[in-house]
């Protein structure tokens, strides 16, 4: 039928323009900004374990196509195309996909949750951001005894870094969570809790 050739995004792609991941494997090249805006949720996505950019794929009469990511959710793989008017997407797509052994999805405009993501380009602002293990502890440690605190309390924590890039860095490393991080935009009064 085809095969998947290799995982390089194509030379033409949309650059990442100071994007920050914590999940990416590999050089990051987006086709356009809705797949930039769709790598910043897989990033805050608890249920995968990585993403690349651009697998390419070939059918047996030689057409070929980049996909834009592949998705590894440990003991699946999703490969997943953005929406994107100026693109045909092959109809051996999808099969080949399958073939393979992988789950497809096709992602467009309308699924993209605009709180979710504001708040994950919020967040991944931090990503480079290297917690002590003193503020760590400090953190978590006052979660234990309280459940959960707003982020403005999280301010008032003795911490030798300031809180707000601390919290999202622990958010991103995955030791806490946000009680509302689809609902509202992130603020004072945001909660965060252990994982």
């Not at 033409?12 to 999940?23: C, D, I, K, Q, W």
């Not at 994950?120 to 931090?126: I, P, R």
């Not at 459940?147 to 707000?164: D, E, H, K, Y």
Request: charged share 25%; with cysteine; proline share 5%.
């Amino acid at each position: 039928m085809g095969e998947l050739l290799s995982h390089r995004a194509e030379a033409r792609a949309f650059l990442p323009s100071g994007l920050n991941t914590v999940r990416s494997v590999g050089s990051l090249a987006f086709k356009s900004e809705l797949a930039r805006d769709y790598a910043c949720l897989l990033d805050v996505d608890d249920q995968l374990g990585s993403w690349t950019c651009g697998p390419i794929f070939r059918d047996a009469e030689g057409e070929q196509f980049t996909a834009d990511f592949e998705v590894n959710y440990g003991n699946s793989i999703e490969i997943v195309t953005i929406e994107n008017p100026g693109q045909r997407l092959p109809t051996w797509l999808p099969h080949r996909i399958h073939d393979l052994g992988n789950r497809y999805r096709h992602v467009d405009r309308s699924v993209i949750p605009p709180v979710r993501l504001q708040n994950a380009k919020d967040l991944l602002q931090y990503a480079r951001v290297t917690v002590s293990l003193s503020d760590r502890v400090r953190l978590l440690s006052t979660l234990d005894e309280q459940g959960s605190l707003s982020l403005a309390v999280c301010q008032s924590i003795n911490m030798t870094a300031r809180a707000v890039p601390v919290v999202a860095s622990l958010f991103l490393q995955r030791f806490i969570v946000f009680d509302d991080i689809d609902e509202l935009p992130l603020g004072p009064d945001s909660r965060v809790r252990r994982r």
